[in-house]
């Protein structure tokens, strides 16, 4: 079972930046996709960014193009999330996830292994 801890969460105002990580442990890293989700209290779990195994691609929700970037750094088994220009409707619990290879990647029922969340707060 692969083990994720996130990281970097907090309060932030409206434009401002935050990096979060994800820490990995368990099992094979470099062997899975790696995503990030956010939930917002109730609404559903919605896909931010995902990246592949080596390449690497990447992928992102339309509402965090060109604002948020995925990278991994397989040596030391961590997924980041640089998040810039933040918005007040960014603001919701942050999931790293891990899947194999297989089909999706938006989806948070094709990942097997979740972390616990961070909270990222945006400010107006």
């Known amino acids: 079972q692969v083990q994720l801890v996130e990281s970097g969460g907090g309060l932030v105002q409206a434009g401002g930046s935050l990096r979060l990580s994800c820490a990995a442990s368990?099992?094979?890293?470099?062997?899975?996709?790696m995503g990030w989700f956010r939930q917002a209290p109730g609404k559903e779990r919605e896909f931010v960014a995902a990246?592949?195994?080596?390449?690497?691609?990447?992928y992102y929700g339309d509402y965090v193009k060109d604002r948020f970037t995925i990278s991994r750094d397989n040596a030391k088994n961590t997924v980041y999330l640089q998040m810039n220009s933040l918005k007040p409707e960014d603001t919701a619990v942050y999931y790293c996830?891990?899947?194999?290879?297989?089909?999706?990647?938006?989806?948070?029922?094709?990942?097997?292994?979740w972390g616990q969340g961070t909270q990222v707060t945006v400010s107006s």
């Open positions: 990246i592949s195994r080596s390449g690497p691609s990447t």
């Open positions: 996830a891990a899947k194999p290879a297989g089909l999706g990647y938006v989806a948070p029922s094709s990942y097997n292994y």
């Open positions: 368990g099992r094979t890293f470099s062997t899975y996709y």
